[in-house]
């Protein structure tokens, strides 16, 4: 199943493609293998790590067969229906180690001395999900990116970068993002989801051709390579 994506801005925001589960877009697939953490899965893992009340009769709106439901008869049996769906996401939330969160952006210029483009990635850059991405209830979560300074940069050879471009002028494309949640707490706005960056996989968003490929260390950029050319 192909998977929505979310746009990142540089340093804090980023914002769904669509709100509820059916009425989602098919950009092109996750290069990872692996669940989706969106804004129902956020929500649940945040509650589940500190242990709190997740807003359940709030969140059963998420799924599309309530969230695009008119009819007031039929929104309450369609509510009744997801219940056991929102049951069953908690329980897979709670089993999952490791998620992916595609990020749809623009890419920097490209800097000759690093080698690369500059990404938005950030320590502490922040996806907000908000009533938009709950169907209008009155929810707000936050999924932070502890490490994301380390994926500063897609480094790519000059040619590539060059053919890239070319092909690519606005340079838009999709990182799918490998994570693993290491905390959670009570922000300032909205409660907060914090997550480590394991791996990165950056894609043209026109083509869908994987640009680089990388994974984490400690040094901001060091991990990211330039994948093979598609033969």
Request: charged share 25%; hydrophobic share 45%; proline share 6%.
């Amino acid at each position: 199943m192909e998977r929505p994506t979310v746009k990142i801005a540089v340093a804090v925001t980023a914002s769904l493609l669509a709100s509820c589960a059916a009425v989602a877009p098919r950009p092109p697939r996750a290069a990872f293998e692996g669940p989706v953490l969106g804004p129902l899965q956020t929500a649940l893992l945040y509650h589940q790590r500190t242990g709190t009340r997740s807003p359940d009769d709030r969140l059963v709106h998420w799924f599309g067969e309530v969230c695009g439901e008119l009819d007031p008869a039929a929104r309450r049996a369609a509510i009744a229906r997801s219940r056991s769906s929102l049951d069953e996401a908690s329980e897979a939330a709670a089993a999952t180690a490791r998620w992916v969160v595609p990020v749809e952006q623009t890419l920097g210029g490209y800097d000759l001395a690093a080698g690369g483009f500059a990404t938005s990635l950030r320590a502490g850059a922040v996806i907000r999900f908000d009533r938009g991405d709950y169907c209008d209830e009155d929810l707000r979560y936050l999924l932070v990116f502890k490490n994301g300074d380390h994926f500063a940069s897609v480094n790519v050879p000059r040619e590539r970068a060059l053919a890239f471009v070319r092909g690519n002028p606005a340079r838009r494309v999709v990182h799918d993002l490998e994570v693993e949640v290491v905390g959670a707490q009570a922000g300032a706005t909205a409660p907060a989801l914090v997550v480590d960056i394991l791996a990165v996989r950056t894609r043209d968003a026109a083509t869908g051709a994987v640009l680089a490929e990388s994974r984490g260390v400690g040094r901001r950029g060091a991990a990211v390579h330039a994948a093979p050319p598609a033969p």
